[in-house]
């Protein structure tokens, strides 16, 4: 019996079944035709514990299919194991118009053996009885003359179902697809705190600049450091050159060297050099285009003019 | 389409686009933070350069220290006009070895030069000197 609130309709799933035309969801009770039983007196305590046994029960009376599926629940003095194929049940439904969308839980007709009073009707030639606690499928001419069939209603729909899967399209099973997706989901949450973290804005560099511009209070606007920058960054660039031309030249005067005259001012300069050989003005002219320097040599005399732009 | 045939397939799919998502989310904030740590990173350069050149360019000494250029030599070899951060000066009959001391001190001071000229007149020499800060 099902107190369990579900309220879809029961269909009755067997081989002289017509094509059905299904509007809304249903719950399916399949008939024998559709699957194998054993029951095994197995010591174990727990439904996963004998899914986990079951395959080796069905040893040489299926065959080793990967689309059989296999049911299990317990009983006072036993095991009810069921084995099913999931693709040959998926393939006959698609036969008789029942898409897989419309499928709620599918039943078995061995859950329904105790609450099963009357024989069910199926097609015209047989029906589903219960005979020595097992639900099976007779002729109607086995059974007694005048007994009335009963239909299959909702009200024998049993508490546990079964949900068809991983057969046809599918490639995950239930428990597959939840293992997976909490790893995912792990991952994903490891994701979004990590991101989380790295969103904080990067406080030490902040709070070294904050320091700074506490001690320098006139350089909190961005403004008044571009226009400071600008103007000691001209002056910085022009007086470095100048004192570099000035260093370079001083150490063109060595032995045999005088300097005669030197100008410098904000855009060139001009140095005179006198030497005491050609030699020495050869070497000071090339020392002077080694620094890309102007240099023209006094006429009549060891003299040498170097020159430049700032 | 029968969606409820890949109901495990489109958990699992949902999940990877969760942490996909995820992945995107933490890569954009790494990026976020490698972007906002190089602005900080420039803006503490700029101010610290801003400070150094004030510093050296600023420098409310520096009136002291170009006031001591006229100390150097013998204050007969120098003629020297300031006005209020400009100096003009002259200096004469400089031996080799003060010229060189002179002009290496001016080198040093963080003074606009402009005009710097070097006469030999003989054994000596005479420079003029004019600078601005």
Known sequence: MNFMGNTKPLLLVHKQMQKQTLNAPVNLMLTPQFYTLKREEVPVQYAYQAKRIAPSLFDGLIEEQSHIRYFVSKEEDGWLFIAYDVVQIQDFLEQKGIALENIGKVFFAEQIATTMHSPVKIGEKEALITHDNTVMIVPQSALEEGMSFKKIDDMLTPAKGVVLEGGKGSLLETKDAYILASIFAVFAVMFFVEGARYSGDDNAQQEQIALVLEDHPSLQSSYARKSIAKKYKAIDSKERKKREVINTLSHMIFKGVTLTTFSLNDTKFQAQFSCQDATVVKKLEDLAKKEKFNTTKVANGNAINIGGIL | ?133
């Open chain 2, 1 to 133: 389409m029968n969606w409820k045939a890949y109901k495990n397939e489109l958990i699992v799919g949902l999940a990877i686009l969760l942490m996909l998502v995820g992945f995107l989310y933490k890569q954009q904030q790494i990026s976020g933070q490698t972007d906002a740590s190089a602005q900080a990173g420039n803006a503490l350069h700029d101010i610290k350069e801003v400070i150094a050149l004030q510093q050296v360019w600023g420098d409310k000494k520096i009136s002291k220290k170009v006031d001591k250029l006229k100390t150097l030599v013998s204050p007969s070899k120098v003629k020297w006009q300031k006005k209020s951060k400009k100096v003009t000066a002259t200096f004469s009959t400089l031996s080799a070895k003060e010229l060189n001391k002179v002009v290496s001190k001016i080198l040093n001071i963080a003074v606009v030069i402009q005009k710097l000229e070097i006469k030999k007149v003989g054994p000596s020499y005479t420079m003029e000197f004019k600078c601005k800060w």
